[in-house]
């Protein structure tokens, strides 16, 4: 029995166990996901704090929307310019944070700003908010405070605060998942086949005989399987490589490349999967996708025809 085998189909096997975990998270995350609090501030008196329930203990996220409008003493579409300070507190009034932001020109680079025309100099602002552990409670108040007067004459359309206390986005925990799902699979199924006993296949690799060519056939074949039972179709191969190794050494050795290949192709999407964060990944996917199927009609067609035949750009796992 060889270590090494040993060792990779029992890492294999926990990698492809341990995945649950991450995955059951973002399951979990995805039916927990909850819509964001949205309030909405009177312009004549936003000072007037406003009263909500979030979920204790969570981490929460923020946001300052506002619409301001040029008065008439701005001139040459002047940027209306204002300056509000947000403030968050627990349900007795201790302050949790307190975040100043300016609509002033000289800010609109660092704060994301939009600015459109509307009969006059129109400011649509977006700032984030710094982020804050909700109380044990879970109950808040937030209140905006304005100048008393602007110099510019500018006018306050809207005034929103968003609060948003649902869990954040599990692309990490859905990436380290599929990696560990992907990568599990590969080991664990290349140390099983390592260990598996092996005999010495019947016949010649030179003079096929009609069966033999079609075990071979057939093992490539159930490559296409990935579409329809993805990971679940090395398991095929593998029957496959067995079977084909009590046909003949011509058989075998078909069946042997074909799941090298397989596995080499789950690796090739591995890294694919890996690179989509850098957008490089999701072109990947379909080079790998398309170059599976034309190497298995190729393949098949070699092996239909009695000739040996290796895979380009395969890792042989099992030799």
Same mark, same amino acid.
């Given at each position: ?46 000072? #007037?704090?406003?009263?909500?329930? &979030?979920?204790? *203990?969570?981490? %929460?996220?923020? +946001?300052? $929307?506002?619409? @301001? ?105 859905? #990436?380290?998942?599929?990696?560990? &799902?992907?990568? *599990?699979?590969? %080991?664990?199924? +290349?140390? $099983?086949?390592? @260990? ?124």
């Amino acid at each position: 029995m060889s270590r090494k085998a040993l060792i990779a189909a029992v890492l294999g096997l926990c990698a492809v166990l341990g995945s649950c975990v991450p995955l059951r998270d973002v399951v979990m995350a995805v039916g927990a996901r909850v819509a964001p609090h949205v309030l909405e501030f009177d312009v004549i008196a936003p000072t #007037t704090p406003a009263r909500l329930a &979030l979920t204790p *203990g969570r981490e %929460a996220r923020g +946001a300052l $929307l506002v619409s @301001l409008v040029a008065g008439p003493s701005a001139g040459g579409g002047a940027t209306p310019a204002a300056s509000l300070t947000v403030t968050v507190s627990d349900g007795d009034g201790r302050r949790i944070i307190e975040a100043r932001r300016d609509t002033a020109a000289g800010n609109l680079a660092r704060s994301g700003a939009r600015l459109g025309q509307s009969g006059g100099a129109e400011l649509e602002l977006q700032f984030d908010l710094p982020r804050f552990v909700v109380p044990a409670d879970g109950q808040v108040q937030v209140a905006v405070e304005l100048p008393a007067t602007r110099a510019d004459g500018a006018t306050l359309r809207t005034l929103r605060v968003v609060l948003n206390d649902g869990p954040e986005s599990h692309a990490g925990g859905f #990436t380290a998942g599929v990696f560990m &799902l992907l990568a *599990g699979w590969v %080991a664990a199924v +290349a140390g $099983l086949a390592m @260990l598996l006993p092996r005999g010495t296949p019947p016949g010649d690799l030179d003079a096929p005989a009609p069966e033999a060519r079609a075990a071979a056939r057939n093992a490539h074949l159930a490559g296409l399987l990935l579409y329809v039972l993805p990971l679940l179709h090395l398991a095929f191969l593998l029957r496959a490589w067995r079977r084909a190794a009590t046909v003949s050494a011509f058989a075998e050795e078909h069946a042997r490349e074909a799941l090298n290949f397989q596995l080499s192709v789950l690796v090739y999407l591995l890294i694919a999967f890996t690179l989509s964060l850098a957008l490089i990944g999701v072109l990947m996917v379909p080079v790998v996708l398309v170059f599976q199927l034309v190497m298995l009609r190729e393949a098949t067609v070699q092996a239909r025809h009695g000739h040996r035949f290796r895979y380009p750009l395969t890792f042989r796992f099992v030799t």
